[in-house]
């Protein structure tokens, strides 16, 4: 089976839809699907790889680290993989790509299907400040409706999303298939590397965050938590590992709150190793997002055995289950904080944790996820009735 992915993201730009796609990209292989990847060139360190296509893109105002790709261009690049016989097409992205996706499914009459990778409802309104939170909120469905009327089928990473998206009330057929965990996600990293490269004490409490560090994953919670925690921790350290538009904003706020000289921002990391080390120098890994339809990170955690504390919110709460690993969290500051230091000072709660999160990780193996989407494919594949329009 040959199917045609096409996203808006891809590596050299880190987030949660880049990494989704390598790791279903790779797996799927196995499980007989040879993908094509249709994705943005950014301007340098734009990383190749077998069946990956570059398209010609431009920049976004008020937005460094993403794309657009030229629409002339994507569609001279679609237009040239024609002949190469894909059986399905699967959108990553909803922006240029959902809908140059749907235009080339249509013209050669295969299925297509997109993941549902990201919660516009709680995502608008941080980038689009001045409209109003009500006119964001009933905008940003409509948007999803429309979109997924025009799919065959729907990926959703969680089974809270999938409700989500059953109350908007979308009706084309939906599969919960999370993003796993490639086997290399369990090598244990060296956190006394990590520390040693960043100047930070062996011994000292280290609190992290991974991931995009961007208005809607409320790291300002965690930051306003780790204030209440260092009253009785004056020695905890906080890391936040990650770039994006938040990152001037959370700088300005640790200097306000007298936090910023037990704050480290490490930036991005090599997943190869740097982040398995990261991973490896916490004692405790915290996360507060309201957005996650997912949460990739929590789980990148507990396979590496760090004690995790978390809200659980969306897709979170899908990861978040009695017995994994991390200890659930109120979004309230104190509350939060107490927990944190719970985890901190009962070293034999910690080692607990710790050795859940690594079992419990392993049920979430990426090569069960590909063969879940790979039988999706093949039900599409012979269900779904060929439609041919014009070009």
């Not at 991931?211 to 905890?236: C, M, Q, W, Y």
């Not at 899908?318 to 070293?347: H, W």
């Amino acid at each position: 089976m040959r199917v045609l992915f096409i996203s808006d993201v891809y590596f050299p730009r880190v987030n949660g839809v880049s990494t989704s796609i390598c790791t279903f990209r790779s797996d799927l292989a196995a499980a007989g699907v040879e993908t094509t990847l249709v994705a943005p060139a950014y301007p340098a360190n734009s990383p190749e790889e077998p069946r990956l296509v570059r398209v010609p893109s431009s920049g976004i105002p008020r937005d460094p680290e993403d794309r657009r790709m030229r629409w002339a261009e994507l569609n001279h690049s679609l237009a040239a993989l024609e002949p190469e016989g894909f059986d399905l097409v699967h959108i990553h992205t909803p922006f240029v790509a959902h809908y140059a996706g749907i235009r080339f499914a249509r013209r050669l009459g295969i299925p297509v299907v997109a993941t549902y990778h990201t919660f516009f409802e709680e995502y608008l309104h941080h980038y689009v400040p001045l409209l109003p939170h009500a006119i964001g909120r009933a905008l940003a469905r409509r948007f999803t409706l429309s979109q997924c009327a025009q799919l065959d089928g729907i990926v959703v990473p969680s089974e809270p999303m999938r409700k989500l998206l059953l109350d908007y009330g979308v009706t084309t057929r939906s599969r919960v298939i999370p993003t796993g965990l490639p086997a290399d996600r369990f090598v244990q990293g060296d956190g006394r590397r990590f520390r040693a490269r960043f100047g930070i004490d062996p011994d000292r409490p280290l609190l992290l965050y991974v991931g995009r560090v961007a208005h809607e994953k409320n790291i300002e919670f965690l930051l306003h938590s780790f204030v209440a925690l260092r009253h009785t921790r004056p020695d905890a350290m906080l890391a936040i590992a990650g770039e994006g538009p938040a990152r001037p904003r959370l700088e300005a706020m640790a200097v306000e709150l007298g936090i910023a000289p037990a704050m480290h921002f490490i930036g991005y990391l090599d997943r190869e190793q740097g982040l398995a080390d990261c991973y490896a120098a916490a004692d405790v890994f915290v996360f507060a997002s309201r957005t996650e339809t997912q949460g990739l990170v929590l789980l990148e955690a507990l396979a590496q055995g760090r004690p995790v504390v978390s809200t659980a919110v969306l897709g979170t709460a899908s990861i978040l289950q009695p017995g994994c690993g991390a200890r659930v969290a109120p979004e309230k500051v104190d509350a939060f904080a107490q927990i944190v230091l719970d985890v901190l000072e009962n070293r034999d709660r910690a080692a607990r944790l710790s050795a859940q999160g690594r079992v419990y990780a392993q049920s979430w193996a990426s090569a069960n996820m590909a063969r879940r989407l790979a039988d999706l494919y093949r039900e599409l594949t012979t269900s779904t009735p060929a439609v041919v329009t014009a070009a």
